[in-house]
């Protein structure tokens, strides 16, 4: 079992720079690809950023080289690093646990945090 629980949303302009954390507990955190969905009002939830448990980083097109993840095994800690956000990125952004050491989407996630809140003012 993993709980996943996320900080550092919240209200930023654009251009601005923030960093999402997810805590995860369980004994097999570093087994986990773990990755970053977002889903925006009225839209699907979608893959942003995933790394598996090796520290391969997966992204979206459109965040490679804006957005970071990384992760911490020792502390089970996974990180989101986003540079210069954009409105339409406004979000409730999820943590979220594969149920696979290298593969992360949709369809492989086992655990969910509850997200958090990222509001991208202009």
């Known amino acids: 079992q993993v709980q996943l629980v996320e900080s550092g949303g919240g209200l930023v302009q654009a251009g601005d720079s923030l960093r999402l954390s997810c805590a995860a507990s369980?004994?097999?955190?570093?087994?986990?690809?773990m990755g970053w969905f977002r889903q925006a009002p009225g839209k699907e939830r979608e893959f942003v950023a995933g790394i598996t448990s090796s520290g391969s980083a997966l992204y979206t097109y459109s965040m490679k080289g804006r957005f970071t993840i990384s992760r911490d095994n020792a502390k089970k800690l996974v990180y989101l690093q986003m540079n210069s956000l954009k409105p339409e990125e406004t979000a409730v952004y999820y943590c979220?646990?594969?149920?696979?050491?290298?593969?992360?989407?949709?369809?492989?996630?086992?655990?969910w945090g509850q997200g958090t809140l990222l509001t991208v003012s202009s």
């Open positions: 369980g004994r097999t955190f570093s087994a986990y690809a």
């Open positions: 979220a646990a594969s149920s696979l050491a290298n593969v992360i989407r949709m369809s492989t996630i086992a655990y």
